[in-house]
């Protein structure tokens, strides 16, 4: 498998469940991301992970906690979200400084 | 600080028509910037790019040209399809670990 991929494509949970959103990138690059994707709002950064280092939290609220084990694999562990927590995860990885990003499907998420 | 503004859509056009979509940016330093666009479902796709000033990004009939003077990187296109319809979002990077800023996105709906 090529490029960026995001697993589930879909998911429905509770408030009180827990969850995570895994990416994988086969393109050997050394950061990675995650971006969340509203209705009608802009692309909002929420981390980022240069050499498995974060390096980037953009005040992302402590219900989401990213895990990078290596430059490879990004997750996104939710508990306890809410609502308007709903929304599309989108991944991406680079490979250095000033390049361009590479996105993965994205994760559609719905909280009940 | 660093941000992009880009015009509110949607934009309906008909096949064959010209089209443009407005980007104008701040920046502090001297930013890539970068036209990506998402079809439905999907996640986002680099579509051109332009590194300094004067450049032009270019790619399937799609092209941009970095103003350094205007702080613009508009896109056009000549004659859009049908299968042009999309959201168009505009970006830049700028800075180290290859932090992106992105637009709100626009969408563009192209009728037979």
């Known amino acids: 498998e090529t490029g960026v991929t995001q697993t589930p494509r879909h998911l429905v949970m509770g408030m009180t469940n827990k969850k995570s959103l895994k990416c994988e990138q086969h393109l050997g690059h050394n950061a990675m991301y995650w971006y969340k994707q509203s209705a009608k709002k802009p692309l909002e950064l929420m981390f980022v992970y240069n050499f498995k280092e974060q390096t980037e939290n953009n005040s992302v609220p402590s219900r989401f906690s990213p895990e990078c084990p290596n430059s490879s694999h990004l997750f996104l562990h939710l508990h306890t979200l809410q609502p308007e927590d709903s929304a599309l995860y989108l991944c991406?990885?680079?490979?250095?400084?000033?390049?361009?990003?590479?996105f993965g499907p994205g994760t559609r998420l719905t909280v009940l | 600080g660093n941000s992009v503004t880009q015009m509110e859509g949607p934009v309906t056009l008909s096949e064959e028509a010209f089209l443009t979509i407005n980007c104008t940016y701040t920046?502090?330093?001297?930013?890539?910037l970068f036209w990506y666009v998402q079809y439905p479902g999907e996640g986002l796709q680099l579509l051109l790019k332009a590194t300094k000033a004067d450049d032009k990004g270019s790619n399937k009939g799609f092209e941009a040209t970095y103003r350094k003077e205007t702080t613009s990187f508009h896109l056009e296109k000549g004659s859009v399809q049908v299968s042009d319809s999309a959201v168009y979002f505009c970006?830049?990077?700028?800075?180290?670990?290859?932090?992106?800023?992105f637009g709100s996105g626009t969408k563009l709906n192209v009728k037979p």
């Open positions: 920046a502090t330093g001297y930013p890539s």
């Open positions: 991406a990885s680079s490979p250095t400084s000033h390049e361009e990003q590479f």
């Open positions: 970006a830049l990077s700028e800075g180290n670990f290859n932090k992106f800023y």
